[in-house]
């Protein structure tokens, strides 16, 4: 496949994260001469959550006035990149990290899919999606209600933290070490989780059913300590047996393969990039 010919690569990035952590992956797909790009998600945007300086966050502070940005704002950042991408002829797969998985799957709208747009006789569009131990939410539910008992009581995850406003408030990590880097050096991972930011609780729920309309592909991380590996692959199962099966990859990498396992996940993408255009996207495959 000619370089021009390429589909461009969107990634949707995780909650508490900027783009920086995703730098060497960008780096390694543009080496392959493919286009990427990685958009800053509002909601962990410090300059967007009312934490005061942005390089001294206070935590402690009370919700903006208008309330926290919520998957609406981040799935307009994301389309803020991929129209004009696909206006201008390109295909595009997207690639969602974690949470980022359900901005992928909402930013993934009808009109920008690339059949949608060859019925209408006009070039690119999306071709499929692409999961980096990203979360597959069902439609019409959030992240925050996908996870948490249905019983209405409240779990913090052992990798999370809430400050002064509980779970009205904003949220960040803790031993990031441990839980997103663990498979980095001592050196690499404090200097990565150094980047992290914060996020509010995410309530926003699913409305757009990419999973029908689009090939979908699923990276299970084996050696993730944040979301376990029978987690991943049972909701990629259990989406799967409701829309069409993913095309199934698996690594030896923790919560951050874009970090440990740069040049794998950019044979990952490739390799599903080959199969969608053979028309092959729906047969399990086991790398």
């Not at 990203?134 to 539910?141: H, K, R």
């Amino acid at each position: 496949m000619a370089t021009s010919s390429r589909p461009a690569v969107v990634l949707c990035h995780g909650s508490y994260h900027t783009p920086a952590p995703y730098g060497p992956l960008l780096a390694a797909l543009q080496s392959r001469g493919i286009a990427a790009c990685c958009p800053q998600l509002p909601t962990a945007d410090l300059s967007k959550l009312n934490v005061g300086d942005v390089d001294n966050p206070d935590f402690d502070r009370a919700p903006p006035s208008g309330g926290y940005p919520q998957g609406e704002e981040d799935t307009e950042a994301v389309l803020d990149v991929l129209k004009p991408l696909v206006e201008s002829g390109k295909e595009v797969l997207l690639v969602g990290h974690s949470s980022g998985g359900w901005v992928a799957t909402q930013a993934a709208q009808h009109d920008l899919q690339v059949n949608a747009r060859k019925a209408k006789g006009l070039d690119g569009g999306i071709i499929g999606i692409l999961y980096l131990g990203g979360l597959v939410i069902p439609v019409g539910e959030s992240v925050h209600g996908f996870f948490q008992p249905k019983d209405g009581n409240f779990v913090t995850p052992p990798y999370m933290t809430f400050h002064k406003y509980g779970a009205a408030g904003l949220g960040t990590m803790v031993n990031a070490e441990k839980f997103l880097f663990n498979d980095l050096n001592a050196a690499a991972a404090g200097k990565w989780a150094a980047t992290l930011t914060a996020s509010p609780v995410l309530t926003t729920k699913l409305t757009n059913d990419a999973y029908s309309a689009l090939p979908c592909a699923y990276l299970v991380l084996e050696g993730d300590m944040m979301l376990p590996k029978d987690y991943q692959e049972g909701m990629a199962a259990l989406q799967g047996s409701q829309t069409g099966g993913f095309a199934m990859y698996h690594c030896p990498a923790g919560h951050s393969p874009h970090l440990s396992w740069t040049e794998g996940v950019v044979d990952t993408i490739w390799d599903f990039v080959v199969k969608i255009k053979a028309g092959e996207s729906s047969d399990h495959a086991e790398v």
